[in-house]
């Protein structure tokens, strides 16, 4: 499903280079700007293949993502991210995504950590390429609409689990986790788009579906995602800001 977002990857040297156009079915709803979840999973993508790289042949999980906008995103053109690692440890890796718009200005960066997952029977090949071409195959209706994303009521949203929502570890995709703490908060600020997002994820979403339920106050706002299928198990915590309101 997010391969229809239509980011490519390529290798330079140390750094990893990605691409995307934005279409309208990326926006916020009742905006001309980008989704702040679709930079999450832009940068989650870079920093998983740099991950990829360092920990190979285990699969790389994420820890916490943080990302933070200069100024609202814009709502059209081409956006251009480059990931670089920051650290390289035994147990947890870091990186860094800077995000550019069309003419080359900064808009957004994030940092993200990983670790290894702990099933060890999850693997990835030991030569890898970390290229990755655009999908052909792009959106054809609002990201949500396409996850089933649902705003229930005022501060709650719901995403169902799905097979084409899923990770290399079988479990909900991180971008989208974003995207359901997101749907949140905008349900409490309608016609608003985020500032910053993040996420620290606690545990996976296996079942599904996650519910994201978010408090929001003078523009910042406390957010838990859960996995209704087990029990109501907290998988993130994630703070958000608004731009209108700060």
């Given at each position: 499903m997010?391969?229809?977002l239509?980011?490519?990857v ?11 156009e934005i279409?309208?079915?990326m926006r916020?709803?009742g905006?001309?700007n980008l989704?702040l ?5 832009w940068?989650d993508m870079?920093?998983?293949l740099?991950?990829v790289?360092?920990?190979?042949p285990?699969?790389?999980v994420?820890?916490d993502?943080d990302i ?6 814009p ?19 870091v ?7 069309g003419?080359g200005?900064a ?5 993200l950590?990983?670790m ?8 990835v090949p030991?030569?890898t390429?970390v290229?990755?071409p ?5 959106l ?10 649902k705003?229930?009521?005022a501060g709650?949203?719901?995403l169902?689990?799905s097979?084409?929502g899923l990770?290399s570890?079988?479990t909900?995709n ?5 995207l359901?703490?997101?749907e ?6 309608l016609g ?7 996420l620290r994820?606690?545990g996976?979403v296996r079942?599904g579906?996650a519910?994201a339920l978010?408090d ?10 859960r ?5 109501d198990?907290l ?5 958000a800001r608004?731009f209108?309101?700060?």
């Amino acid at each position: 499903m997010l391969l229809e977002l239509g980011f490519s990857v390529r290798s330079d040297g140390r750094l990893l280079r990605g691409s995307g156009e934005i279409t309208p079915h990326m926006r916020v709803p009742g905006t001309k700007n980008l989704r702040l979840s679709v930079l999450a999973t832009w940068a989650d993508m870079l920093g998983g293949l740099l991950a990829v790289r360092e920990m190979r042949p285990r699969v790389p999980v994420t820890l916490d993502l943080d990302i933070h906008l200069y100024r609202p995103a814009p709502g059209s053109g081409l956006v251009s991210g480059v990931g670089r690692a920051v650290k390289t440890g035994r147990s947890v890796f870091v990186a860094e995504v800077s995000f550019f718009d069309g003419s080359g200005e900064a808009f957004a960066f994030a940092t993200l950590s990983f670790m290894a997952a702990r099933d060890t029977s999850l693997t990835v090949p030991e030569v890898t390429s970390v290229d990755a071409p655009a999908s052909i195959e792009r959106l054809s209706m609002p990201l949500a609409a396409r996850a089933g994303m649902k705003r229930e009521s005022a501060g709650l949203a719901v995403l169902p689990r799905s097979d084409d929502g899923l990770n290399s570890s079988n479990t909900v995709n991180g971008g989208l986790i974003a995207l359901c703490a997101e749907e949140a908060v905008l349900s409490l600020a309608l016609g608003d788009t985020l500032s910053s997002l993040s996420l620290r994820y606690l545990g996976p979403v296996r079942t599904g579906p996650a519910v994201a339920l978010a408090d929001l106050k003078s523009g910042l706002a406390q957010v838990e995602v859960r996995d209704a299928g087990r029990q109501d198990r907290l998988a993130v915590l994630a703070t958000a800001r608004t731009f209108a309101r700060l």
